[in-house]
Structures are given as structure tokens and as C-alpha cells.
């Protein structure tokens, strides 16, 4: 049961108590003093401990009301509560439904009521901004971005001093134009909901450049529509054929492949009407999913870092407020998700050797050993006795492989480096407790697909020369030149960085570039499905409670 909303409690039975005849400080101080009979979670328990001692150090004076009724910051902050929608939040989580009906109140109880709704709507929403509104690992065990619990002690106190409510409220909001651009995209797709979003492109042959079909000017119509062809580009609009697939119209098709994250062909095959015909209300979800996820990450990605969204396949080294370098990247398989977390790398390893992981051996290698033993020669392994500090080496030849089970293979393979070897030429480190990093691969006709999940959960880079001549463009010593002649000598060699580099691991199926373009990928791993069950199965409860 999400903490958060079960403040409801408290007011349901604020709401059924008898009128206490007194002043709205006396109901205010009786209604506090009374508390909850229900059991109290941790998060309800920690806002009526808040709101005990700030009113009682306040000689149970209203922040909100008075004796006459609600004051112009009560209904001020009426308003924001109501408009928590712009984040892609529930003003019903917040209570504003309720208390826009007490905001003409009179009667000292229902004043009352009302002050206590408002400063409790207040602490949700500044914590739901803050951190969002449930844990990253609820809504997924393979999350651990981390964004530290909101004091909401400090919420009502800072609440009480702010000169301009709705500026102290968004200072609690992700404090980064990323955020900000996507809250914006979010009113623009809910406007186009508003007029009626788009119908659906008809099936039928591949669309190409040159054709003239039918759907061609609905198609017209639909990149008009969403930025991607300008009226002044498009011909039809001065004279020229709507269906015919020119040249305009193909630019068109192209930035919204990319937009998409589609092979950038200029063809409106499967993949491409597909993305077409995501109704707006979906994609109006998607923005709202990844609000969320933008909540619980930290502001301050550093002045330099890494950065890999795992929907888009793609890894950027940053410098603020430059990208220094973008480029693909293979990610794990569906069934290997890589986990979204934040590290520093502080070494890289050029010419590394690969200690294959227990369950890749048992699974994939070991049938390959029975096939044929020499395998392991073939392709560079050397068989250890086991993975403790002084195994042995093992000749494969002496070992019956015939009777080795999956379950009790416990050998260490450990491939050189080398051509061949499954990490490339380069493996970048940044510690941590997934085992996961970045790497060259000899697989380099993988990215050139458009959904590039095939990995064991680690990273595989494009072009690994040009981020380690980046990542140690600040290591004295290390320019391209040299990294690129330990790569021809074939020796393994470790380079520690002169300054450690965060690198942030993200799942992002919705962000909008500087440039305002707004980008949709697939959920690869099923993640935007499990975040709207989490947010919706903590509105059941809510609800039913």
C-alpha cells in the first residue's frame, strides 16, 4: 500500500467527527490532537508528527484560513494542487477535488478540514515532485536510480515562510531543462488530444518515394500535424499532387523515423505505420511514465559524464552543455535486461582478457565443449581448475566432458585477448554490484539494426577507440595515438583515468532534444507496462481504502 495516500484516512475521519464548537484554532488543535484510529504506515505517521509541533509551535494559528475563511494564498495553493496534472500527476492524489468544494467555507470545523487538506496535499505533492511518486523498485527490481526521501518538516516550514507558493513548489521538481521540456510536450500531445488526435493510416504496400497511393495524403496530413513537415515544404499545399511520395515528404518521413528511433530509410513499411498509429492518448502515457522516471533521477549529472538510455541504444559522453560524442550501442537481451543505475568508471582495460561469467559457461559453453573439446583452443580460452586465487591450469583433453553437468561445471574460462576475444579491444570499468561495463565487441554488424538488445547485460560500444580517447582525454599520457599502439601490441594493459567519470544507465521511452523535437522508443523490456501497473495498483489501493 503506497504510504503516501493514506493520509485520505486521517481526513475521512476528520470529515465524520462530530462538530467540535469552538473557533477554526480550537477545531484545528482537537482535530490534531485526535490523530488516526486506523494504523498509521510510516509515511502517514511521519505527516501527522510534522503537522503536530509546526501548528503547535504556531499556538495552533492557521497557516491557510482564519476565522473569516480561506485566504488568497489557501486558494493559491487550491490552484496548484489542482493543476498537478502538468507533471503528469493526479490532483486527486493531493485532495483538490475536496478541497475546492471547502474553499467558500464557513462553519469553523469545515475551515478546519480545509487547513489541514491543504497542508497535507502541500507535503504529498512536494514529495511526489521531488521523488516521485513510488520507488523505483517497486515498479521494477532491475531500477536503482536513488533521489533522497523529501523532509516534509521542511515542506510546511518553507511553505509557511515562501513569498510565491508556486516557485517554492517547483523549486521541489527536477531542476533540469530535461524535465521541463518533457512537461512541456506533455500539454502539447493532451492539446492535440483535445482536438481529436489522429485516426489510423490504412494498411497495405510498403510506402515509397515516387509512389502515388491514397494514404499518402493522410500521411501528409499527419507529419503536418506533428511538426515533422512544414507547411511551407509541403507542395500539396501550393498546387502539387497530395498523394504522390515526393521529396518533401520523404525529409519528412525521415525525421520522424528518427524520432521514433526507426531505420532512417524514408519508407513507411511495418515499423514505420506502426509508430504512425500509436493512438495520442498512449503516447500522452508514455510522457507521463517517463516524468516519473526523470523525478528519481538526480538533477546534477556532473559537469562531464556518460550517459546510455537503454530504450534508445544510445551512449553520449557529455561536457556540459556540449555532447562531446553519441554513438550506438548493443544492450542485454530481454531476458538479460541491463539494470538502470548510476557508477563512476575509473579505469579501462585495453586488450582485456574475459573471465566468462558461471552461467554463460554452463549454458552456452559447455554444449560447444562436448561438441568438440578443441572449441575452447579455437577460440582462445584457457581452462581453470576453479576460481579461486591459485587455480590451476587444466588441459580440456584429460577431462571427460561427456559426464560435466550444467549444475556442478565449475571450471574459470578465461578467453585471451585478441581479435576474437568477446570484449573487443576495450573494456571500460566503472565498479559496480551488476557486473555490468561498457565494451568493444567483435559483433560490429549488430549495430547497424535498429532494436539492438543482444547482450548478456553488459554494453557494447560502436566505436570504443574514439570514447577511451575521450574518457582519457584528461589522463596525461593517453592520447588516441598511444591507445591505438597498445591495441597493435596485444598486450593487456590497465589505465586508470585521471578523474573518476559518472555514468548513468537510464530507460527512457520518452525525451524531447534541445531542439524541441519529441522522441518515442519502444519498451524493449516491458518497463513502461510495470511502472503504469505500479502507479495504478497504488491508485487501487488508495481508492479502496
Not at 475551515?111 to 515532485?129: F, H, I, P, T
Not at 581448475?385 to 559426464?403: E, F, R
Not at 599520457?477 to 593487456?492: A, H, M, T, Y
Request: charged residues 25%; positive net charge.
Amino acid at each position: 500500500m503506497r504510504a503516501g495516500f493514506l493520509w485520505v484516512i486521517l481526513i475521512a475521519f476528520v470529515v465524520s467527527a462530530p462538530a467540535f464548537a469552538g473557533t477554526v484554532t480550537e477545531e484545528l488543535a482537537e482535530r490534531l490532537g485526535r490523530g488516526v484510529e486506523s494504523p498509521a504506515t510510516e509515511e502517514e505517521a511521519q505527516s501527522l508528527a510534522v503537522l503536530a509541533p509546526f501548528y503547535g509551535a504556531r499556538a495552533m494559528v492557521p497557516l491557510w484560513v482564519s476565522e473569516q475563511g480561506a485566504s488568497a494564498r489557501a486558494r493559491t495553493l487550491a490552484r496548484i494542487l489542482d493543476s498537478a496534472d502538468r507533471d503528469g500527476l493526479d490532483p486527486q492524489d493531493y485532495g483538490a477535488q475536496a478541497i475546492g468544494a471547502l474553499l467558500n467555507a464557513e462553519r469553523p470545523e469545515l475551515l478546519a478540514q480545509l487547513e489541514l487538506r491543504l497542508s497535507l496535499g502541500l507535503m504529498q505533492l512536494a514529495s511526489d515532485l521531488g521523488r516521485g511518486r513510488t520507488s523505483p523498485h517497486i515498479a521494477d527490481p532491475k531500477l536503482y536510480p536513488y533521489r533522497e526521501a523529501v523532509d516534509r518538516g521542511r515542506v510546511i516550514r518553507g511553505a509557511a515562510e515562501a513569498d510565491d507558493l508556486v516557485a517554492y513548489l517547483r523549486s521541489y521538481q527536477p531542476q533540469t531543462p530535461r524535465y521541463d521540456r518533457l512537461k512541456a510536450a506533455l500539454a502539447d500531445y493532451r492539446v492535440l488530444a483535445a482536438r481529436g488526435g489522429w485516426a489510423p493510416i490504412a494498411g497495405g504496400p510498403t510506402l515509397k518515394p515516387g509512389m502515388t497511393d491514397s494514404r499518402v495524403a493522410p500521411l501528409r496530413a499527419r507529419l503536418r500535424l506533428w511538426g515533422d513537415l512544414k507547411e511551407a515544404d509541403d507542395r500539396a499545399l501550393s498546387g502539387g499532387e497530395a498523394n504522390l511520395y515526393d521529396e518533401a515528404l520523404v525529409e519528412a518521413v525521415e525525421r520522424m523515423q528518427v524520432r521514433h528511433g526507426l531505420d532512417r530509410d524514408g519508407v513507411v513499411g511495418p515499423a514505420s505505420l506502426a509508430a504512425l498509429n500509436v493512438p495520442v492518448e498512449a503516447r500522452i502515457e508514455q510522457l507521463i511514465l517517463n516524468l516519473e522516471r526523470r523525478r528519481w533521477m538526480r538533477d546534477d549529472l556532473g559537469q562531464r559524464y556518460i550517459f546510455v538510455n537503454l530504450a534508445d541504444f544510445v551512449l553520449k559522453l557529455v561536457d556540459e552543455p556540449k555532447t562531446l560524442l553519441d554513438m550506438r550501442v548493443v544492450v542485454g537481451k530481454t531476458y538479460h535486461m541491463t539494470p538502470v543505475f548510476s557508477a563512476e568508471m575509473t579505469y579501462l582495460e585495453i586488450n582485456p582478457f574475459w573471465n566468462v561469467p558461471l552461467s554463460i559457461a554452463r549454458k552456452e559453453i559447455l554444449p560447444k565443449i562436448r561438441q568438440d573439446v578443441s572449441y575452447l583452443a579455437k577460440n582462445n580460452f584457457t581452462l581453470f581448475s576453479d576460481w579461486s586465487g591459485g587455480a590451476k591450469v587444466v588441459d580440456p583433453a584429460t577431462i571427460d566432458w561427456t559426464l560435466a553437468k550444467e549444475k556442478s561445471f565449475a571450471f574459470k574460462l578465461r578467453q585471451g585477448s585478441g581479435d576474437g576475444n568477446a570484449l573487443g579491444r576495450l573494456k571500460f570499468m566503472f565498479p559496480n554490484r551488476f557486473s555490468v561495463y561498457l565494451h568493444d565487441t567483435p559483433a560490429k554488424s549488430l549495430f547497424k539494426k535498429a532494436s539492438r538488445d543482444f547482450s548478456h547485460g553488459c554494453i557494447r560500444v560502436e566505436n570504443p577507440v574514439a570514447l577511451a580517447a575521450a574518457v582519457l582525454a584528461d589522463t596525461p599520457g593517453w592520447p588516441r595515438e598511444s591507445i591505438e599502439q597498445v591495441i597493435d601490441l596485444g598486450k593487456r594493459q590497465v589505465v586508470t583515468l585521471s578523474k573518476p567519470l559518472p555514468v548513468h544507465i537510464s530507460y527512457l521511452t520518452a525525451f524531447v532534444n534541445k531542439d524541441g523535437s519529441v522522441h518515442f522508443r519502444g519498451d524493449i523490456y516491458k518497463r513502461d507496462e510495470r511502472l503504469s501497473e505500479a502507479l495504478l495498483g497504488a491508485r487501487a489501493r488508495r481508492i479502496a481504502n
